[in-house]
Each structure stands twice: as C-alpha cells, then as structure tokens.
C-alpha cells in the first residue's frame, strides 16, 4: 500500500516563508501527478498548487508570484514553499499524489494534513 506523510508547517510570522514536504512510502511504480491542498475553517479544500509528471506546474491566484512547488523524483517527495505569507495562508495543507502501486491503474492518495497558522 501507499501512504504519504507530511511535515514543515506549524506557526509562521507573517512576511516570512513556509516550507512543507510530502513524501510517498510504500509499492510505487509511477507518480503521475502531485498537488498541495489547503482548507481554512467553514472554508472548501482547494487546489494551492500543481506539478505534472513532466514538471509542469500551476499556481492558484491567492499563492501566484510568492510560492513555488518542486519535487524530489528519487525520493517520491514533494515540496510547497509559499514566501511573503499572509494570514490568510492561515489553513490545514493536504498533499495529493497520483500513484500507480500495484495494477495498471493510477489512485490518488492524499497525505493526512499539516496546520499551518499565519500570525499578524
């Protein structure tokens, strides 16, 4: 089986940077895709960040200009840098990978969450 696990997060100041990792253990023949997830409180999950097999990658709005995703093929890992934060970066961080395991079909897996809390 698969499973991700995350860490970084925690309490930043806003102005400065936070940097999460999300890496993949287990059966992993392909990764096909990765992303990172936040949900602030009553708020929906929604897409920060993307990066394609190819490394391709896209940003939403709120992150554009001042965060950057990379991974870490050797290593099935996946990193956020969000720089100049704000409070509303204020959230719980869920990484999302697409994997192939065992079998010919890919599934997305999803890391248990890390809180990030932006203080002004």
């Known amino acids: 089986q698969v499973q991700l696990v995350e860490s970084g997060g925690g309490l930043v100041q806003a102005g400065g940077s936070l940097r999460l990792s999300c890496a993949a253990v287990?059966?992993?023949?392909?990764?096909?895709?990765m992303g990172w997830y936040r949900q602030a409180p009553g708020q929906q999950r929604e897409l920060v960040a993307g990066i394609t097999y190819g490394g391709t990658t896209s940003y939403a709005d709120s992150v554009k200009g001042r965060s950057t995703i990379s991974k870490e093929r050797a290593k099935n890992t996946v990193y956020l840098q969000i720089d100049s934060t704000k409070p509303e970066d204020t959230a719980v961080y869920y990484c999302?990978?697409?994997?192939?395991?065992?079998?010919?079909?890919?599934?997305?897996?999803w890391g248990q969450g890390t809180q990030v809390t932006v203080s002004s």
């Open positions: 287990g059966t992993i023949y392909s990764i096909y895709s």
């Open positions: 999302k990978m697409s994997i192939r395991s065992t079998g010919s079909v890919a599934n997305d897996y």
